[in-house]
């Protein structure tokens, strides 16, 4: 099936510092979903995007629809301890019906 | 509050047992949908179901049965025939169909004695 890379797999970063993700795949998307996990809990959706080149901010969180529609980024400005997770990027194919998920992006930020 | 409930949270299972996770979901969502996620692989669809009494295998379906009886609950049993069932299994829907921005439930933890 489709296959989303998501990159950094992992960062290390200072409280403070601002944060910078992405996902990329090899077809055209009509939908990009950014999710954060919590240790031992389930995804919670941060920011949902339909159009291209659409940017959308949930407080210190932008993400955008990337204008080719084969990517999209995820930015955290001014990062927090309890920003500390794992970031999944999720989207769905024009063509097709169901999502994809990214294997996320997992964030330690030091105090 | 609405939301997805999935008990328990922690599973225990013998070898060559069967075992049931539960799912129900209070958001009048039509779809739901089981992933499998292991640490750094993501998440692994393995069955959704998008109506009552439908429901379509995912990537990794091989050792897993669901049901989709009422609308509100999406149950997976864990076969003896999965080999490696020791994973964290989480539980989503999403609204009309198939797509749509799926919400979570907390997990279930099922590990292997």
């Known amino acids: 099936g489709q296959q989303l890379n998501q990159s950094p797999q992992s960062m290390f970063i200072q409280e403070g510092e601002d944060v910078s993700m992405n996902c990329t795949s090899s077809?055209?998307?009509?939908?990009w979903l950014w999710y954060k996990q919590d240790p031992g809990e389930g995804p919670v959706l941060l920011i949902a995007l339909y159009k291209a080149g659409e940017l959308t901010s949930n407080g210190r969180l932008t993400a955008q629809f990337g204008i080719t529609r084969k990517d999209s980024f995820l930015n955290i400005s001014a990062s927090i301890p309890s920003d500390v997770g794992i970031y999944f990027c999720a989207g769905k194919e024009t063509s097709g019906s169901r999502l994809t998920f990214g294997e996320g992006t997992q964030l330690t930020v030091n105090p | 509050d609405g939301g997805i409930t999935q008990s328990p949270k922690y599973l225990f299972r013998k070898e060559g047992q069967n075992v049931t996770l539960s799912c129900e979901q209070n958001l009048n969502h039509d779809a739901m949908y089981w992933y499998r996620q292991d640490p750094g692989q993501g998440l692994r669809l393995i069955y959704y179901?998008?109506?009552?009494?439908?429901?379509q295998k995912g990537d990794i379906a091989e050792g897993y049965s669901v049901s989709r009886e009422k609308k509100e609950s999406f149950p997976l049993t864990v076969t003896s025939a999965q080999k490696n069932p020791t994973a964290f299994y989480l539980c989503?829907?999403?609204?009309?169909?198939?797509?749509?921005?799926?919400?979570f439930g907390d997990g279930t933890r099922l590990s292997i004695l």
């Open positions: 989503a829907s999403s609204r009309c169909r198939v797509g749509q921005p799926q919400h």
């Open positions: 179901s998008q109506i009552v009494n439908d429901f």
């Open positions: 077809s055209i998307f009509n939908t």
